[in-house]
């Protein structure tokens, strides 16, 4: 009798925590922001040294750590070298001009 009662008691909690996800799931779902938070891209045009600005455009970038894929010594300073293998800041971008 008692494990039947638990059983039921067990069900009976399962069912409503679902229930209650579900009407939180929606409520938050339909209070979403339709607009993105990011403000939109502008245009970004990269600049010398000095500052002065060129008409070449970033049109993309990403940046992401990774490793070197081979030994890499800069010649007028050996101790500034990297073994393949060691960690490093990969950074891509995409030009243009206009």
Known sequence: MWVRLKNLILILIVAISVVIG???????????????PFPAPTKTYLTFRN????RVLLLDSDVRYGTYDRDVIWPPQPE?????????VIVY???GNE
């Not at 579900?22 to 993105?36: D, N």
């Open 93 to 95: 971008g995409m030009i």
């Open 22 to 36: 579900a009407i939180l799931g929606a409520y938050y779902y339909t209070t979403l922001p339709t607009s993105s």
């Open 51 to 54: 500052g002065t600005e060129t």
């Open 80 to 88: 500034y070298s990297a073994k393949k293998g060691d960690p490093c």
